[in-house]
């Protein structure tokens, strides 16, 4: 049954694509529901990548804006969905390294593990008690240094392969493997930290 709602949304959105293509200038509609199919995906994934919750409304309509007006030269090589998040990780890591250069903080620079700027403060763990686990996730996603959150998500959300996240980033294939090891295991240590100390607090209650 998931398979045939997969291909069922994956139909509709092929329909709609094709109707925006024919849609004659000015005629947005069909864009619009494309639009509003994957808009909170997208505003999401903006705040995920930039943790920047502030901006990520406005990065995800600037993504949408460029999909709109990059529409004609949409090849159908891959999926309407992977298209944009292509489209949305370079408007991401173009943002992210504007804000990173008003700090002289790069992405791709190692000692950015160790920038106080790229890291949350540590939260009591007693304020977990009451999150979901989609709040835990963004949780420890926030907490994680740039070096690691964002290999993590391009690979794991936006199902990047290896080589092209070592190109997106302007690293070596093996440096982005191994951030991206390494981005899993501090996920894997911070959540199941998290979630024993809310099974132990649940136990005490």
């Known amino acids: 049954m998931a398979g045939d709602a ?6 509709r959105e092929e329909d709609l694509l094709a109707a925006a293509l024919r849609a004659g200038e000015g005629d947005l509609r069909a864009f619009e529901q494309l639009v ?5 995906r997208i505003v999401a994934d903006c705040r995920f990548m930039t943790r920047d919750e502030s901006s990520a409304e406005d990065l995800a309509q600037e993504v949408f804006v460029k999909a709109f007006f990059g529409l004609r030269s949409f090849e159908g090589r891959s999926s309407f969905r992977h298209w944009l998040q ?24 190692e000692v950015a593990d160790e920038a106080e700027q790229l890291h949350v403060a540590p939260t009591a763990y007693a304020r977990f008690e009451a999150m ?16 690691l959150r964002i290999p993590l998500i391009l690979r ?7 080589e092209d996240i070592a190109a997106e980033l302007g690293i070596g294939l093996s440096a ?22 809310r099974a132990k607090a649940a136990r005490h209650e």
Request: one cysteine or more; aromatic letters at 4%.
């Open 156 to 162: 794991e959300m936006d199902e990047l392969s290896y």
């Open 86 to 109: 292509r489209i949305k990780v370079h408007h991401c890591l173009n943002h992210i390294k504007k804000q990173q250069g008003k700090r002289q903080v790069s992405i791709d620079d």
């Open 176 to 197: 982005a493997k191994m951030r991206i090891k390494r981005a899993r295991e501090e996920f894997r240590q911070r959540y199941e930290g998290m979630t024993q100390s």
């Open 36 to 40: 509003q199919q994957h808009q909170k």
């Open 132 to 147: 979901d686990d989609r709040r835990t996730i963004a949780t420890i996603l926030d907490s994680l240094p740039a070096t």
């Open 6 to 11: 997969e291909k069922s949304d994956q139909q």
